[in-house]
């Protein structure tokens, strides 16, 4: 029930589904054919050792002590000292094979040992046991190995990537012989495909201005909302022109290790230069272009800093006649460092907008061309019902168009797989299994007749499009949406008015009929609330405040984000605001009572046809209200 009037905004187009022709990946250097023979070697060197201190088999380990008493009794044969231990065999026979049993102890020496030994007869050999193979192996290289291992383990772990500790960079070519992209698959952008065609002509022939001792652009920057084709447009001028695209994303010089991006940056750009005439494009600038100084800093300088300072100065060091144009995209301008900004940086600034209603009919054309459309599809009703949407939204509808069709066994797209597909994106899937009550349902109905009466009553507003009490998303119960007629991008102050009665003719509908309000006009309170506030603080609308702003935000340029705000005005001039605002909802709101009370039979009508359709259109809106006389 709280989901009225237009539908959220978001529009250029999006890039269809390509192939990308990628150089093979580096091989692991497990995966070689020398690291095979490395463990091999490591596991002989093992083995070997084993081999050499391991004690002779089949030998009994005896006490030192049981030892010496076997040399008094002269009951030892030989014996062989080597390092830290003493084996041999005994006189005495092992009463299982009949063998004489071998023994094997660990010595505590003392200096009469050989003496001992000469004195019983015993056959004794020294050998010196070296152990530097072991030594090495053990102390030093399995150690230092698993350190090494367990190095690169962590490196991959945190960064995944190639080459050792990611160093390696991760730029992507798209080669000219893969699948381009022209401006033919770009639609809803003219204004900067014009701009790009000139960066077109420079690299086809990057001489030709230099003739006139003009110089082409270092860098050209696309400034837009997500969604409206920025990374789309890069590769179409790389297409168009017929050179290497090289493709990276912002965030993916930054890692854990200090100098790692700065590094890539220049292997970035000397790939650039050795296959010049090319384009270097940089999704997500905003990750390594952030001004500098904001925030705190470990040790004053980090890695995206450096990053960014490294970024400037290949900018700024390579030589534009060589025909090495640098893109990027963003869709936060505000926060750039001004360096980067300045002429022979990023000498262009191209924005790429939200598509008006004939970009946006020629995204969905573009999107529609390989389906099956049927005969009532008409996409600029499409495009009109979509005000503020961008091509990814736009190629999303046409997606859940399709899979509408599927799901009902559709042949082709109809226009209600369309308007059901646009019902989703705006007020999410229909809940078909959350029932409401009869009570529940007579209310919800009549609260949307409420909003419905009221906009098709007031002067300025847009035609009411189609009314359903059908439950979609997490908390709408029920939507009105109307169509507007043409694009706007300026409000007065009466279309504004007229909007806080239509927010309000929902709540005024309850209380006519039910003498009591329920909880399913919150979010129209909060939203004639905001606009109200907005009508007095930001748009000068009041005559008692004047054409003044109170109040300062800082505002994203295209997300539309707004920061807490500072407020910059007395006391006296916040209960002057409040008062304000509070004003013009009531005039919204008595606005809206007076519509409802003297047009209450088509009120009556209007709920009444709700409640046994669920959902009507606004031609049937129409035939209602000129029947009941209202």
Known sequence: MDKKGKPPKGGASQDKPRIEIRPPEEQKFWQRPGFNLLVYLLLFLGLLYFWQTKPPQQAREIPYSEFLQYVQKDQVREAVVAGDVIAGTLKIKDPKTGKPERFVTVPLWHSNLAELLAKHGVKYTVRYNSHWLGDLLFNWVLPFG??????????????????????????????????????????????????????IEFLKDPSRIARLGGRMPKGVLL????????????????????????????????????????????????????????????????????????????????????????????????????GVVVMAATNRPEILDKALLRAGRFDRQIVVDKPDLEARAAILRLHTRDMRIA????????????????????????????????????????????????????????????ALNAEEKRRVA????????????????????????????????????????????????????????????????????????????????????????????????????????????????????????????????????????????????????EIIESRRAGLEALAKVLQEKEVIDGEEVKRILDAAGG
């Open 446 to 593: 009549y609260h949307e007749s409420g909003h419905t009466l009221v906009a098709e009553t007031v002067p300025t507003a847009e035609p009411v499009h189609k009314v359903s009490i059908i439950p979609r998303g997490v908390a709408a119960l029920g939507y009105t949406l109307q169509l507007p007629v043409s694009e706007k991008f300026l409000s007065t102050r009466e279309e504004l008015r007229d909007q806080l009665a239509i927010l309000l003719g929902g709540r005024v509908a309850e209380e006519v009929v039910f003498g009591d309000v329920s909880s399913g006009a919150q979010n129209d309170l909060e939203r004639a609330s905001e606009i109200a506030r907005a009508m007095v603080t930001q748009l000068g609308m009041s005559e008692r405040l004047g054409p003044v702003t109170y109040g300062q935000r800082q505002r994203s340029a295209f997300l539309g984000v707004e920061g807490p705000e500072e407020r910059n005005y007395s006391e006296a001039t916040a209960q002057l605001i409040d008062a304000e605002v509070r004003g013009l909802v009531e005039e919204g709101h008595a606005r809206a009572r």
């Open 223 to 322: 400034v837009g909302p997500p969604g409206t084709g920025k990374t789309l447009l890069a590769r179409a001028v790389s297409g168009e022109a017929g050179v290497p695209f090289f493709n990276i994303s912002g965030s993916e010089f930054i890692e854990m290790f200090v100098g790692v991006g700065a590094a890539r940056v220049r292997e970035l750009f000397q790939q650039a230069r050795e296959k010049a005439p090319c384009i270097v494009f940089i999704d997500e600038l905003d990750a390594i272009g952030r001004a500098r100084g904001i925030g705190p800093v470990m040790g004053g300088h980090d890695e995206r800093e450096q990053t960014l300072n490294q970024l400037l100065t290949e900018m700024d060091g390579f030589d534009p006649s060589v």
């Open 375 to 434: 005969a009532d599809v008409d996409l600029r009703v499409v495009a009109q019902r979509t005000p503020g949407f961008v091509g990814a939204d736009l190629a999303n509808i046409a997606n859940e168009a399709a899979i509408r069709a599927v799901r009902e066994g559709h042949e082709e797209i109809t226009m209600a797989d369309f308007e059901a597909a646009i019902d989703r994106v705006i007020a999410g899937p229909e809940k078909k299994h959350r």
């Open 146 to 199: 698993l350190l090494f291992l367990f190095w690169i383990w962590i490196g991959r772990r945190f960064t995944p990537g190639k080459g050792f500790l990611n160093i390696g960079n991760r730029v992507r070519i798209h080669p000219e012989g893969g699948a381009k992209v022209t401006f033919e698959d770009v639609a809803g952008a003219e204004e900067a495909k014009e701009e790009l065609g000139e960066v």
